[in-house]
């Protein structure tokens, strides 16, 4: 892996300082998560706008994995509790397409998982799509098991 790819812990300032890039990864993101659905760029920029809120106010933590001090990977995630037990959920994870398979989401996924069991949660947790084959593996491969299932029922066309 080059030595040019580091992972930093970013302050609400560098997400600033990122923003344009952190919108353009999580809308191409969200474009392949979500391919039935109207993915559009206003949505996405409210979403980081509220991402910078939660910064500010210190209940979210944002890694960025940059290479040549461009940003080409963000984890957000945000301590909850489920069901009684203290967790680190992982809200968005995206690493840019074309780094993807060469271990720069792990390095991500490793300093949100350290920084869970420097804080003494009892797991980290997160949302997958079930047509991301390649992502589930990847989870897998992390450690992740299915704990349950989210299900849809679409109301329109009934």
């Known amino acids: ?35 039935s659905m109207d993915i559009d ?33 963000f984890l957000w995630a945000f301590e909850r509790c489920f069901v009684g037990e203290r967790r680190l959920h992982v809200n968005e994870f995206i690493v840019a397409k074309s780094l993807r398979g060469r271990g720069r989401g792990r390095l991500l996924l490793d300093a949100a998982t ?21 992502t589930l593996r990847f989870y897998d491969k992390a450690g992740f098991a299915v704990e349950r299932y989210q ?4 109301l329109d066309g009934e």
Do not use: Q
Not at 116 to 121: D, F, I, K, S, Y
Not at 122 to 133: G, I, K, R, T
Not at 151 to 154: D, E, H, Q, W
């Open 41 to 73: 760029r206003p949505s996405i920029v409210e979403r980081i706008d509220r991402l910078l809120v939660h910064l500010e106010g210190g209940s979210a933590m944002l890694w960025g994995g940059f290479e040549n001090r461009r940003l080409e990977g």
């Open 114 to 134: 350290a920084e869970a069991r420097r804080l003494n949660l009892s797991a980290v947790d997160l949302l997958c799509s079930v047509h991301m084959h390649d």
């Open 151 to 154: 299900l849809i029922k679409r």
């Open 1 to 35: 892996m080059p030595d040019e790819f580091r992972i930093m812990r970013m302050s609400r300032s560098e997400a600033t300082d990122n923003f344009e890039r952190i919108v353009d990864l999580l809308y191409e993101s969200h474009r392949m998560i979500f391919p």
